[in-house]
């Protein structure tokens, strides 16, 4: 592990992550707006089953990758660090959720959330990222006493491959032996994503490795044509081979928007908007949902009963491009004070300065 060299040009590999957030979040609410506004089906054509492959497991690469610490992992840094992340990722999240439950947004009969038990997990991602840092702090927590670390790294890519094998395969999830109930109570069929979670702690502890391979042409070469070769049979593949079909898109996914991101960094005031946007993503997966524009799927049967993929991305886009922007300005107004920051963001930093 070279982390020498990453903490020297760390702010240069930080504007190009932020900016590769701010891709993500945008692909996030394009999704979303395609999905719940339009009502893009997976039986469509559309670029949104590309966006969907490269914007979750991304997201949780970059949150395990900035997870790992060379830290003495104890039971006192163990309540710290969730103590941290259930005020600035749990909090948030059930306070929106109940508020989106509460308001149930809604246009003719197109509900966007119920109050069912599958409801208690519709801001899956994020409450999925804290169960992850659960996982992992337990985990550090038990292996701290290992002082070989490449036992550790196969030890922990060893469970995430096992959380992955059995939550995210249909047939070995469909006869676990739990309950419909408690499989819903707890998002286990979102487990499997530990596995991106992990991957980005091992490319953070391995960082010299993890350059090599995004740095070797051959093997960026070889994710350019897995992912666009199994997107080009996507009906097939995903009707007959879904695992790996998956596993190979998320795979590359991950690869080639780091690669490029870490290739060709935006420039000027396209950098400043995404590296901005990139750094308020929890802020803009939270509030976006209550901009969505439900009315819209009146307006959208065309492009449901005669697909045509670039007018909707252009559609998508630019609605998307709008609800981020106001959904930053709704995050500013509300952590302009530091009350307010820490009530609905549990952001304490100025209330300790103020201190």
């Known amino acids: 592990m070279n982390m020498e060299n990453y903490n020297s040009a760390s702010s240069q590999r930080i504007d190009y992550i932020d900016a590769l957030k701010g891709f993500l979040i945008l692909s996030v609410v ?11 089906q997976s039986d469509i054509p559309s ?16 949150s395990g990758f900035f997870a790992y610490k060379t830290v003495l992992w104890n039971c006192k840094s163990l309540k710290a660090v969730l103590k941290k992340k259930f ?25 966007l959330i119920t109050r069912d038990v599958n409801s208690l997990w ?4 994020t409450l999925s990222l804290f169960l992850f840092f659960i996982f992992y702090s337990l985990f550090a927590l038990c292996a701290h006493h290992l002082n070989n670390e490449k036992i550790k790294s196969m030890i922990l890519l060893s469970i995430s491959i096992l959380l992955y094998l ?14 419909d109930f408690i499989k819903e109570l707890f998002g286990m069929k979102y487990w499997g994503f530990f596995l991106f979670f992990s991957l980005g ?10 350059l090599y391979w995004l740095n070797n042409s051959f093997f960026i070469g070889i994710c350019i044509i897995l992912f666009f070769t199994f997107n080009l049979f996507y009906k097939f593949l995903v009707e007959n081979h879904f ?31 995404m590296v901005f946007t990139g750094k308020k993503t929890l802020d803009i997966y939270l509030v976006h949902y209550f901009l969505l524009p439900l009315s819209l799927y009146d307006y959208t049967s065309e492009l449901r009963d005669i697909p045509v993929p670039i007018l909707e991305l252009i559609v998508t886009l630019s609605i998307s491009i709008i609800i981020i922007s106001v959904s930053l300005l709704i995050s500013n107004i509300t952590r302009l004070s530091p009350v307010t920051a820490f009530l609905i963001w549990g952001d304490n930093s100025n209330l300790q300065l103020k201190k």
Request: charged share 5%.
């Open 30 to 40: 394009m999704c979303h707006v395609a999905g719940f506004c339009i009502g893009i």
């Open 47 to 62: 670029f949104q089953h590309i966006l969907y492959e490269f914007r979750n497991p991304p997201f949780f690469f970059i």
């Open 87 to 111: 005020r600035t990722i749990a909090w948030p999240t059930i306070l929106f959720l109940a508020a989106l439950m509460y308001i149930q947004p809604s246009h003719n009969g197109h509900v």
């Open 122 to 125: 519709f801001h899956w991602f």
């Open 166 to 179: 059995l939550f995210s395969i249909q047939s070995i999830y469909n006869i676990l032996p739990f309950s």
């Open 201 to 210: 702690i091992l490319a953070r502890k391995h960082y010299s490795v993890f």
């Open 243 to 273: 695992t790996l079909f998956q596993i190979t898109t998320y795979f590359t996914g991950i690869i080639l928007v780091f690669g490029y991101f870490k290739t060709f960094p935006p420039k000027g005031m396209l950098k400043t908007i």
